[in-house]
């Protein structure tokens, strides 16, 4: 299939070094809240890159759930290939495509599991289907059908019947501790604004801008 056909000039905005947050969580949460305030669907959603201990790759999609100066955290099953991929090698990277702004972010960092107080704390907040599916499925090992997951489903529902849903001991959170930040701006003819923030210290960031 040939495709070239697909262009599109991204004229929306400019990203000037003088414009930019010295601090990155700012600049970041600038940007996330004008992708709120544009009501793009599921802001949050992020592409999660990890490598097994053989550097073999593998992405998908994740929720951001909150973020602050300490970090950006997600929850998943513990047991799951990304938190295996995790466990052997902690370098991640995310990634925030903002198409309709034609903005993107791009985050790397090291991963590291949260306490587990801190998990049951964003577990309580969970809608109770979400809560009920999180003791059902075991993520990414191989099943029948989805007959057999629904199965599982209303056993565990009547299983927790009237009462409160405990945490998983196979569920929590990682929090990814920022070790860079790239904001991408699209600009006219290719030529886009590309700004990296390096962090030299805890609370101290380089930042240049980088040919598109």
């Known amino acids: 299939m040939d495709i070239h056909h697909l262009r599109e000039d991204y004229t929306q905005a400019e990203l000037r070094q003088k414009d930019l947050q010295k601090d990155p969580f700012k600049q970041f949460e600038r940007w996330f809240q004008q992708a709120c305030n ?16 053989q550097g073999e790759p593998l992405l998908r999609t994740v929720l951001l759930k909150y973020f602050d100066s300490d970090g950006f955290v997600f ?17 991640v990277s995310l990634l925030f495509l903002w ?5 993107q972010v791009q985050i790397t960092g090291i991963a590291a599991k949260i306490p587990a107080a801190e998990s ?3 577990f309580a907040t969970r809608p109770r289907g979400s809560q009920l ?19 599982e489903f209303e056993k565990i529902k009547e299983k927790f019947l009237n009462h ?19 904001f991408w701006q699209g600009r006219s003819n290719r030529l886009h604004d590309r700004f990296l923030y390096v962090r030299q210290d805890k609370d101290c960031w380089d930042v240049q801008r980088l040919a598109p």
């Open 99 to 103: 198409l309709p702004l034609q903005r």
């Open 164 to 182: 409160e849903i405990p945490l998983p001991p196979s569920w929590g959170g990682f929090r990814v501790v920022p070790k860079s930040f790239e």
């Open 38 to 53: 544009a009501e793009l669907q599921e802001p949050n959603a992020m592409v999660l890159a990890t490598a097994s201990a």
């Open 75 to 91: 929850f998943t099953n513990y047991e799951s290939r990304k938190a295996h991929d995790i466990s052997e090698n902690p370098h």
């Open 120 to 122: 049951l704390r964003y």
């Open 133 to 151: 599916g999180a003791w059902c499925s075991s993520q990414s090992s191989v099943i029948s059908s989805r007959q057999m997951l629904m199965m």
